[in-house]
């Protein structure tokens, strides 16, 4: 089993940057492909970004292209989520998830971290 912890949230003007962090404990990080998700109030948990299991490939929710970027550090056992020009949009709780295969719906992820609150003012 593979235990997920965000960090990395936190309170940043439009225009803003944050850099969000999942560390993942156990010893088989590199088999499982990482996402985030993210959930604003009264809205379903939706797909923000994907990275498959060595970074060979990475997958974007159409709203955070070209702004937010995922990557993964398999010796640290952790993933991140970079994000530029942050918008009131974006505000939401950021979650990590991991799933052996790759997805891009919820459901499919059965590992998932507590979330980090991001909020973004204009």
């Known amino acids: 089993q593979v235990r997920l912890v965000e960090s990395g949230g936190g309170l940043v003007q439009a225009g803003g940057s944050l850099r969000l962090s999942c560390a993942a404990s156990?010893?088989?990080?590199?088999?499982?492909?990482m996402a985030w998700f993210r959930q604003a109030p009264g809205k379903e948990r939706e797909f923000v970004a994907a990275?498959?299991?060595?970074?060979?490939?990475?997958e974007y929710a159409d709203s955070v292209k070209g702004r937010f970027t995922i990557s993964r550090d398999n010796a640290k056992n952790t993933v991140y989520l970079q994000m530029n020009s942050l918008n009131a949009e974006d505000t939401a709780v950021y979650y990590c998830?991991?799933?052996?295969?790759?997805?891009?719906?919820?459901?499919?992820?059965?590992?998932w971290g507590q979330g980090t609150q991001v909020t973004v003012s204009s």
């Open positions: 998830a991991a799933d052996p295969s790759l997805s891009l719906v919820p459901l499919a992820y059965h590992r």
């Open positions: 156990g010893r088989t990080f590199s088999s499982y492909v």
């Open positions: 990275v498959t299991w060595t970074g060979g490939r990475t």
